[in-house]
Structures are given as C-alpha cells and as structure tokens.
C-alpha cells in the first residue's frame, strides 16, 4: 500500500493503531501534530484558518517526499476531520485506504478518553464525543475508505481486523469523485463552523 489513512473522532484509539501499523508494515508514521512550531503572522485574519491550512500543507509535503524516496506504508493521520473529503482527490491513482475508526459505544471512547488524560494527556473533549462520533460514522464512504467500527473490540483486536481489512483491500486508482459537501464533516476551526 502507499498510503494508510486513519481517521476518526477523539479517543478512539487512531494513534494507537496507527503506531501498531507502522511497525507491522515497516513504514513510515506521519502525524500532523509533528509540525514544528511556527509563528502566525499579526495581518493573519483567521489565525484558525492559517495554523490548520499550514499544518495540511506541511502534511502533504511530508507524505509526498517519503513516497518519492521510495517509502510505502506511508501511515498518516490526526489532519483535521474536514481534509478528508480531500484525500480522495488528492491521492487518486495512488494505492491507498482510509480506515475509518468509529464506535457503536460512545461510552467506550469516553472512557478512552479518560484514561488517555489521565496517562498520556490529549485532547479532552468529552462533551463532544457523541456528536463527532455520529458525524464521522454517518456519512458516506469515500473512494477507498473503510469503516472499522471498535467498540467492544481491544486495541489488539482491531489491530488484527485492520491488517486483515488492508491486506485484503484492491485499491481503487481510478474514479469519478467530486469533494463532497464540507458539512457532512468537522473541524477544530471554529471559524468554518463545522464543529
């Protein structure tokens, strides 16, 4: 594979399997919070618009020169919910899936959630768990995006699921795609009201 996506709402255990897929397929792990820190220029209007526009671009130049020196794997995620609909365009002709991380108990991520702050740190959101989870989970699957739902699974578990499902995934290089509409998506920028 080229490229794994993973994406999906907060706690639901994206960066631990993500680091599990990285080690099992030898490659390369990317997520967009390892941007260095920068500066927001005082004439930027939206300072949300500009940090998640500069990391996304910061991504994607990272994934592009791996894949130029010949990586494969290439497991990339943490971008914002709403660059999603994006990947499909971007990355056609590419063999890549999208593993879309949801849970039938957001109880289950909720407790994640709390037992990452209380260990690892992260994000603590818990308020917004059950609408980001309805969010991600209810709409439609993207060219080359699978929906792997995790709950009442261990991390172990959805580790063998995931290998299962992209080792037996036949990506699909070429398709008619058009972005699909932003609001069927989030976004930490408040400012594109999509939270």
Request: charged content about 30%; overall charge negative.
């Amino acid at each position: 594979m080229d490229f794994i996506f993973i994406i999906g709402p907060s706690a639901v255990g994206k960066t631990t399997l993500a680091k599990e897929l990285y080690k099992h397929y030898n490659g390369v792990y990317v997520e967009q919070s390892m941007v260095p820190e920068f500066m927001i220029p005082n004439d930027v209007e939206d300072e949300g618009i500009y940090e998640e526009q500069m990391c996304w671009e910061n991504v994607l130049l990272q994934l592009r020169f791996f894949y130029e020196k010949g990586c494969r794997n290439i497991v990339a995620l943490d971008f914002d919910d709403v660059r999603t609909r994006e990947l499909p365009a971007i990355f056609k002709g590419y063999r890549f899936i999208t593993l879309k991380l949801v849970s039938g108990d957001t109880e289950q991520i909720r407790r994640q959630m709390i037992e990452r702050r209380d260990h690892e740190g992260g994000l603590f959101y818990p308020e917004g768990i059950e609408r980001s989870n309805a969010v991600i989970r209810s709409r439609k699957l993207l060219p080359n995006e699978v929906m792997i739902d995790v709950a009442g699974k261990s991390k172990e578990e959805v580790l063998e699921y995931a290998i299962r499902v992209i080792d037996a995934h036949k990506p699909v290089l070429d398709y008619d795609y058009e972005l699909d509409d932003e609001h069927n998506y989030l976004s930490w920028v408040q400012s594109r009201h999509l939270t």
